[in-house]
């Protein structure tokens, strides 16, 4: 079973950054082969902002492309998302997620808080 911890959210000013981290426990390195940063702003259904695989494959969402960032540290088995330029339209619950497979995430954190105010 793979324990997955968000930390780093918070509230920031429009056009500022944060930097959220997800440090994954338990398991095999095969069970976060993928791993992945969702978000769900209230009212709204939840929607991938970013996905890195341990090979180093990354994909984003058109929302935040040229904006943030995703990373992973395979010997650490964390993945981080540098967010800069923030709007307020990325308020949202940020979650992390990891799997075996790219189009199917296993495991889920529990969530931090993302607010950008205007």
């Known amino acids: 079973q793979v324990s997955l911890v968000e930390s780093g959210g918070g509230l920031v000013q429009a056009g500022g950054s944060l930097r959220l981290s997800c440090a994954a426990s338990?398991?095999?390195?095969?069970?976060?082969?993928?791993m992945a940063w969702h978000r769900q702003a209230p009212g709204k259904q939840r929607e991938l902002v970013a996905l890195?695989?341990?090979?180093?494959?990354?994909s984003y969402a058109d929302s935040v492309k040229g904006r943030f960032t995703i990373s992973r540290d395979n010997a650490k088995n964390t993945v981080y998302l540098q967010m800069n330029s923030l709007k307020p339209e990325d308020t949202a619950i940020y979650y992390c997620a990891a799997g075996v497979q790219r189009s199917y995430m296993s495991y889920w954190g529990q969530g931090t808080q993302v607010t950008v105010s205007s």
């Open positions: 890195i695989t341990r090979g180093g494959t990354i």
């Open positions: 338990g398991g095999s390195s095969f069970s976060t082969n993928a």
